[in-house]
Each structure stands twice: as structure tokens, then as C-alpha cells.
């Protein structure tokens, strides 16, 4: 009886474990196919859940203004509320005005767009991200072999060389010329004022002023000048153009004459010594110490004309006279007083 009882109950458990691996097995199939490997009729739908990454976030620049800040200034132009065509425009206008330049009295204009270039569109950029009221820079290049062409210019323009004032003859009198000064731009400075205004985008006016240059030999500066008339035998003393004395002379013997033309001093000596020249009246002759007797005196004054000098003499009786072997007697004491009025270099004309 009890055996009878577990049979059925042992078939019930059976069919109840068969029916529960059917279930695990049919889950585990995939979708749409039966436990036989056929494909279902089913129309049941299965829900799938798609799963989406989302991009990585990154932080933007925030937009740059479409005008520039209020109170900036780019080389002190105002650009602020403008947009950039406008601004670049009147950053433009600005450095392409005339550079005025004065030269003592003249007047000129520099156009900087001949000598310079200047980073308009970087300016406006960084003035449209700067701050309100900040100065921006501009950049300017600025061309040195064109600024020193021009300064060259300039100075063939206004530099004046310095005019000596010249001695000549005139009717047996002495006349100088007028010197006249002169004058140089210094083109250093000038070169240097103008490139940095061009740096720095001014416009202010530029003043130079040439630098005198004055004549090494004025007509003031003349000192003593000696006129010698063989005709007349006379020694003229000017100072410069003004008569000063007068003295008598001997000049050269007509066989040995004086030369005629324009000399000056070379040499002065005191007590000199006399030298027989090379000259056929001086043949066996000896020199002569200082002292009395002397040929020359105590005074020689040597011209750049060979072997002629004005000196003293020992013989007063020559004077007047055309009686010299080609020098300039003088009495002893006249001789002793125009050595210590001229100088080496003083002007001597003979006529």
C-alpha cells in the first residue's frame, strides 16, 4: 500500500523537474528561436536598451567683444566703442599724418608712410581684449637706410661751407675779401629725433637748429702786411687793409734785382751770421759773425723767395737807393722795430 502510494508521486516530482529545465533551457535561447532549433512564429518583441556615451565637455574661450572696450587707446588714438574696421581705419589715419620738421627757419613734411610701416591689425586685436582704458602699443618698423637718405638731403639742403677771407693786391694796396660763415645740420641727431617719433608714432614738430661754422681766416683776422715798391723804394706797413708806416729801403741792383711777387716771412733771426751766397760777387768772401759790421745788421727776415731776406745794414747811405745784391735793406733801429711787429707768415708783396 505504501508502495503503491510513492509510485505516483515519484512520477509527479519527475514531470514537474522536466517542465522547470524546459523553462531554464528556453530562457537561455537566444530570441525568436524555438527549443528545436526552429525559428518561431511568435510575434512577441523584445526590448533592447541602448547605452550612449556622452562627449567629453570642454571650456570655450568666451566670444571676443565686437567693439572695442570704452577709453582704450592704441598710440593715443581713441578706438573705444569702435569695431575693428573702424578702429584699424583711424589707428591708420593717425600714423599716415604728416611729420612736420623745422630747420632753423624753413619748414617740411615727412611722409611717414615712406619711411615706416606700422602693425595695425595686431594693435586692434589686442585692443579689442584688453581692458577699458588701456593703452595699447603699436608696433611700428621703421626703415633707417630711407630716414638717413633723407637726412642727407637735408643736409645738401641747408649746410653753407665757411668762406676765408682771401688777400690781393689792388693798385699796390693790399685788399681782402669778406669772409662769410658757414653752417651744418647735424644729421645724427636729426635722424635719430626722427626715427623715434615714427616709433613712437608722434606727430609732434621736430625743430633743429644749424650749427655755426666759422671761416678759419676772417677779414678782422688779417694782421700785418708788407707792400715793397722797388721804384720808389719803399716799405709799406699795413694792418690789413689800414696803412700803419712807412720806410725807406735799398732794393736790388738792376744786375741783381729784387724779385717782384707775392712772398711771406719764413724765417726770423736775431743777430744773425752773414754766408757768402753762390754768386760770383761773393767768390773769397767769408762769413761774418754778429756784431758790428755785420752785412745783414742785427735783424734777418727771411722771405720764401731764394736767398732774399729784409734785413738791418751798416750802411745808411744805401738807403733810397737801388743798391743790393736782390734784398731789402732796412736802417738798423727800422729793422729791429718791424721784427718785433710782423711774423712768420706775415704777407710780403714786392712790386
Known amino acids: 500500500m505504501r508502495r503503491a502510494l510513492l509510485v505516483p508521486l515519484f512520477v ?33 518583441t523584445t526590448a533592447t536598451t541602448t547605452t550612449t556615451t556622452a562627449p567629453a565637455m570642454t571650456t570655450a574661450p568666451p566670444p571676443r567683444p565686437a567693439t572695442v572696450p570704452a577709453r582704450v587707446k592704441i598710440a593715443s588714438v581713441d578706438v573705444g566703442g569702435l569695431d575693428g574696421r573702424s578702429a584699424a581705419a583711424a589707428v591708420q589715419a593717425a600714423f599716415t599724418e604728416p611729420l612736420a620738421i623745422v630747420v632753423d627757419r624753413s619748414r617740411l613734411q615727412l611722409d611717414p608712410s615712406k619711411f615706416a610701416a606700422a602693425y595695425v591689425t595686431g594693435a586692434v586685436a589686442r585692443a579689442r581684449a584688453a581692458r577699458p582704458g588701456t593703452q595699447v602699443q603699436l608696433v611700428v618698423a621703421v626703415r633707417g637706410s630711407a630716414v638717413r637718405r633723407f637726412t642727407a638731403k637735408l643736409a645738401k639742403r641747408f649746410d653753407r661751407e665757411a668762406v676765408d677771407a682771401t688777400l690781393e693786391l689792388r693798385n699796390g694796396r693790399p685788399a681782402i675779401s669778406r669772409d662769410r660763415a658757414g653752417r651744418r645740420l647735424e644729421t645724427q641727431a636729426v ?19 644749424t650749427t655755426p661754422v666759422a671761416p678759419a681766416v ?19 706797413l699795413y694792418s690789413g687793409m689800414k696803412p700803419w708806416r712807412t720806410f725807406g729801403v735799398a732794393t736790388g741792383q738792376s744786375v741783381y734785382p729784387t724779385p717782384r711777387g707775392s712772398f711771406h716771412i719764413a724765417v726770423k733771426w736775431r743777430n744773425p751770421w752773414w754766408y757768402p751766397p753762390a754768386a760770383s760777387w761773393a767768390q773769397g768772401l767769408k762769413p761774418v759773425p754778429p756784431g758790428p759790421g755785420n752785412p745783414l745788421g742785427t735783424r734777418w727776415m727771411g722771405l720764401t723767395a731764394p736767398g732774399v731776406g729784409i ?28 721784427f718785433e711787429h710782423v711774423g712768420v707768415g706775415t704777407p710780403v708783396f714786392i712790386i
Not at 33 to 40: A, I, L, V
Not at 196 to 206: D, E, M, Y
Not at 327 to 336: D, F, G, S, V
Open 191 to 209: 635722424t635719430k629725433a626722427i626715427v623715434h617719433a615714427l616709433t613712437v608714432s608722434s606727430r609732434a614738430t621736430l625743430r633743429f637748429a
Open 311 to 338: 734785413h738791418g745794414t751798416p750802411d745808411p747811405a744805401s738807403i733810397g737807393y737801388s743798391a743790393s745784391h736782390g734784398c731789402i735793406r732796412m736802417l738798423i733801429p727800422q729793422a729791429e722795430w718791424l
Open 12 to 44: 509527479l516530482g519527475f514531470a514537474l523537474a522536466g517542465s522547470m529545465s524546459a523553462v531554464v533551457v528556453a530562457e537561455t535561447l537566444p530570441t525568436g528561436t524555438t527549443s528545436t532549433g526552429t525559428t518561431s512564429t511568435d510575434s512577441t
Open 218 to 236: 676772417t677779414r678782422k683776422g688779417f694782421g700785418p702786411v708788407i707792400v715793397i715798391n722797388r721804384s720808389a723804394n719803399r716799405l709799406y
